[in-house]
């Protein structure tokens, strides 16, 4: 299939968001969780995740203010803090559903079962049931004014993994973990090691490690 | 493992980067190829693309100007143009070999073995050895001034996939594909599907599809 401007603007608006939302390959699944001034939690599930520098370590989030999204976006602004948590294989239903437009006063976690966490002095719930999870404090925000999405950038303040995920690199391993990948709106994939290399260099041939 | 902002600080700088940009789970692994004003071509492996809007099709890509991805930034910048192409699973060593700090008059195609393909009209070169490819036009700049770096936005004007890797519904899938999954900045991942959840809507519970 070949596909040129025209004929994406011409498609039928949920093939073309099935499209393009897959067209990037795999992405990231994870459960941002925020909590209001009255410590009532909101839980949702996002793909747009993005390592943005490791020192200090910052993560970037774009939100999209008009969807279900608007909820988390009005938590962090208001807390200045939310949560990151992995999605892994035994909760991929619960973790979807939490995209579901629940009116304000629901949090996903009552409505898909999973469990908060709260740890002292963090006004946003972790997930108890991920392997890996984080909280970050909100740093900075740029609005996208090409289509009015919102990029949040926040910095790792805490983070917690397995140690039998830890690499001897101090990497950690998601497939190890159990982390899910996601592709376009509705699949959640396993994963399988092909090949881990070593750092590039010019003058030496790809090696594997 | 339970990890600080202290904690974090004072971790050696290798060992941190391989931990931070090993947190967001799995990542895309997709080759963007440039060309400069004479045509010279540059290509280079990014994990930091991500999905913006459908309507208009857009993706963001966030460079670090003070790397290698500087060939890149001041191509597209120059051109306007610039591609995308998946790695797939028998392109991984030499994908990962444009990584490496090859001088700016060295073409990563010519160094690794990648074969340029270029379409009328466009300066900027797609991978002939990619299934699933597409053109992007510069539309937008945004300066992270957190940390340096720029997050470049661009409107999909061409794309072409593999019809076999094509859905009912629209989407690509990329695991038909043979597209591969990235974790940290090392590893190369196979996928398989866990499964595909129905449209999650507050009145049910969650379906597979």
Not at 8 to 32: C, D, P, Q, Y
Not at 73 to 87: F, I, K, P, Q
Request: proline share 5%; net charge negative; aromatic share 4%.
């Amino acid at each position: 299939m070949q596909l040129r401007s025209p004929d994406i603007a011409a498609m039928e608006r949920r093939r073309r968001a099935a499209l393009i939302n897959s067209i990037t390959g795999f992405k990231s699944a994870n459960l941002v969780g925020t909590a209001d001034a009255d410590g009532k939690s909101n839980l949702a599930i996002m793909s747009s995740l993005l390592h943005l520098g490791s020192n200090p370590p910052l993560l970037a989030l774009v939100l999209r203010p008009d969807s279900v999204e608007r909820h988390t976006l009005d938590n962090l602004r208001a807390s200045g803090v939310y949560t990151v948590n992995h999605v892994h294989a035994d909760i991929i239903g619960a973790a979807h559903q939490t995209a579901a437009r629940y009116p304000r006063e629901v949090s996903e976690f009552a409505a898909t079962g999973l469990t908060e966490r709260w740890l002292d002095g963090v006004n946003a719930p972790l997930v108890a049931e991920a392997n890996i999870c984080m909280v970050l404090e909100l740093r900075e925000e740029h609005h996208l004014s090409i289509n009015g999405t919102q990029l949040v950038i926040g910095e790792i303040v805490y983070l917690e993994c397995p140690d039998s995920a830890l690499r001897d690199d101090g990497a950690i391993d998601p497939e190890i973990a159990g982390t899910v990948a996601l592709s376009g709106l509705d699949s959640y994939h396993a994963t399988r090691r092909l090949r881990r290399m070593a750092y590039a260099k010019p003058e030496l041939p790809p090696r594997e490690l």
